[in-house]
């Protein structure tokens, strides 16, 4: 299967900062990726979704202009967190899928704490 | 709409016993189902998915499109078996996976 880093694994910000956090598909052509977040003790909840080359699709009440998500190559795609909030805490989780779809293979999450 | 429904937060069962996690879904359509699994301190992965219908460590799942559910089992739980489960659905246009709540299976010695 793939194999799916994400930079930096944990970061801690003051609030109103900005956060950009790295999913990197090490050796896998990553057509589409997909971020995710999840609370402590709850399930991962889809914010967006990526096609390398094109804007991104966020899910209902994903605010797109504070989570910025930029996907420039088969490999590489960012999610920034602009004027982060303590709210925003939270683990984030990026996974990526092959051309045609097939198994999501998932980094190991950003743990992002906005103080 | 998807939805994915995990009823239990917490399943304790001691070495040995059978396990039945249980999963149900709400899609319209022909959806796929999996189970993910995230052992402490490891990144989500793909257990199994109901078209394979493959055994994965012992573990099977069987779609049943009548009772829209997609329960996991074993046998005889392990100790490293212990982990946080997730049941995913996907389908339609978009191949967005929809996760349940998860569930916490602890495996007692």
């Not at chain 1, 996974?95 to 045609?100: K, M, Q």
């Not at chain 2, 899609?27 to 301190?41: A, C, H, T």
């Not at chain 2, 078996?81 to 495996?107: E, P, Q």
Request: hydrophobic content about 35%.
């Amino acid at each position: 299967g793939a194999v799916v880093s994400q930079h930096p694994s944990r970061v801690i910000c003051k609030s109103g900062t900005s956060v950009k956090i790295e999913c990197r598909s090490l050796d896998f052509q990553a057509t589409t990726m997909f971020w995710y977040r999840q609370f402590p003790k709850q399930s991962l909840m889809l914010m967006a979704t990526s096609n390398e080359g094109s804007k991104a699709t966020y899910e209902q009440g994903v605010e797109k202009d504070k989570f910025l998500i930029n996907h420039a190559s088969l490999t590489l795609s960012t999610l920034t967190v602009t004027s982060a909030h303590p709210e925003d805490s939270s683990f984030y989780i990026c996974s990526v899928e092959g051309a045609g779809g097939g198994e999501q293979f998932f980094g190991p999450g950003t743990r992002l704490t906005v103080l | 709409a998807q939805r994915v429904t995990q009823p239990e937060k917490l399943l304790s069962v001691f070495k040995g016993a059978p396990v039945e996690l249980k999963c149900n879904y709400s899609y319209s359509g022909s959806p796929e189902l999996f189970w993910y699994v995230q052992y402490s301190r490891q990144r989500l992965q793909l257990l199994l998915r109901h078209i394979s219908r493959e055994s994965i460590k012992g573990f099977t799942a069987d779609l049943n499109k009548g009772e829209t559910s997609f329960h996991l089992k074993k046998p005889f739980a392990q100790e490293e078996d212990s982990a946080m489960y997730y049941c995913a659905v996907r389908g339609g246009a978009t191949n967005k996976l929809i996760f349940g709540t998860g569930t916490l299976l602890a495996v007692q010695p």
